[in-house]
């Protein structure tokens, strides 16, 4: 059984930074995809990075070229860096891990483990 926490929400104002992380214990995160999901009010949680067990990296455009998702395998931690945030990028912030070893994409109908998630606030 993987546990994640998840730390570094808070409030920040338009244009500004954040950076998210998520540590692991119970099992390793590089061995399997990780991926940070967010979900404002009344809209359905959706991916904003994945990372696969091979290292590769995806990000929707809503976000690509402004999040960035890393991992310090010496830590089991993965970490979502967050820059020029907008109003819409309010949201509650989880971070998850795929439970089965090996594989490249997180979903938010794949089998995983959740975190409990952190408030990211940006005011206009």
């Known amino acids: 059984q993987v546990q994640l926490v998840e730390s570094g929400g808070g409030m920040v104002q338009a244009g500004g930074s954040l950076r998210l992380s998520c540590a692991a214990s119970g099992g390793n995160l590089s061995s399997r995809a990780v991926g940070w999901f967010r979900q404002a009010p009344g809209k359905q949680r959706e991916l904003v990075a994945n990372?696969?067990?091979?290292?590769?990296?995806y990000y929707p455009n809503s976000v690509k070229g402004r999040f960035t998702l890393s991992r310090d395998n010496a830590k089991n931690t993965v970490y979502l860096q967050m820059n020029n945030l907008a109003p819409e990028d309010t949201a509650v912030y989880y971070c998850?891990?795929?439970?089965?070893?090996?594989?490249?994409?997180?979903?938010?109908?794949?089998?995983?483990?959740w975190g409990q998630g952190t408030q990211v606030t940006v005011s206009s």
């Open positions: 998850a891990a795929h439970i089965v070893l090996g594989t490249l994409t997180m979903t938010n109908s794949a089998p995983a483990y």
């Open positions: 990372m696969a067990s091979t290292g590769n990296t």
